[in-house]
């Protein structure tokens, strides 16, 4: 149920929904035949399904996160973590407002996940509200091993075949090798010095920003994760709203034994 699309009568009428999704990304640079829309259109567009077929409640994407490491590319636009930290935290805090006391952020950029697991951890120590992250990939990673050699932790044919399957019309198909040629395939390891991970921003990796070899994508393959995923989200929209909320909030302190025999 996408909330921007209903009135406030009719949103009236779910006034008893305790779960809300909050789908976010980026807009960033995802190489030469990408869109920099990717993130948060793989986010709204998994939401949206998942949404509609739990009857859960979704909120508008949240487009633009933590993406400085990508700046150099043009195009790129972000805000600072704190500004991050701080918006999305208000926006849960809104949605508590309206009878919210669990929601899940969609979130499909890696930039962001540490800032999304710190709000949720505010919002759980003050018994708030109950809120994960969650991302696709980390939901199916033995279907994305199966169906590539090089799937790339950016830009990669994993995201490339999501787009295929969302938006076909917006990948550059025949950019695929020169983003393949351009770019690298990651190597973490190859990136620490004496255990030190050394690079800071995605230039110093790949001279396209991107990585992994895009031309193993086909829009079937990025159907198979798209559905896949979207199970994956459903199920835990499922298992969430069927917890007691006093089971997801924090543990009392521990009561002391101080002088206790």
Request: glycine share 8%.
């Amino acid at each position: 149920m996408y909330l921007a699309d209903r009135t406030w009568p009719e949103l009236a009428e779910t006034s008893e929904q305790s779960l809300a999704v909050v789908p976010l990304g980026s807009t960033e640079q995802h190489g030469p035949h990408l869109p920099e829309g990717t993130d948060h259109m793989i986010a709204e567009a998994l939401a949206r399904e998942a949404t509609d077929r739990a009857g859960v409640l979704c909120t508008p994407p949240i487009p633009i996160g933590v993406s400085s490491h990508h700046r150099q590319f043009h195009g790129t636009l972000w805000v600072d973590a704190p500004v991050f930290r701080d918006y999305v935290e208000s926006l849960s805090r809104n949605l508590t407002y309206h009878g919210i006391d669990r929601i899940v952020y969609v979130n499909a950029h890696g930039g962001n996940v540490a800032h999304l697991r710190e709000v949720g951890r505010r919002l759980h120590e003050d018994r708030t509200a109950y809120a994960v992250e969650w991302m696709w990939n980390e939901s199916i990673p033995d279907l994305i091993d199966e169906v590539f050699e090089t799937p790339g932790p950016h830009g990669g044919p994993k995201e490339t075949a999501m787009i295929m399957h969302i938006a076909r019309e917006l990948v550059r198909e025949d950019r695929l090798e020169d983003a393949r040629d351009g770019g690298v395939v990651f190597d973490y390891d190859a990136e620490r010095v004496h255990g030190a991970t050394t690079f800071y921003d995605a230039i110093e990796n790949s001279p396209n920003g991107v990585f992994g070899d895009q031309t193993e994508a086909t829009p079937e393959i990025g159907k198979r994760l798209f559905e896949a995923a979207t199970d994956q989200l459903v199920a835990l929209l499922e298992w969430l709203e069927a917890q007691p909320l006093e089971d997801l909030l924090p543990e009392p302190h521990v009561e002391s034994r101080a002088g206790k025999r």
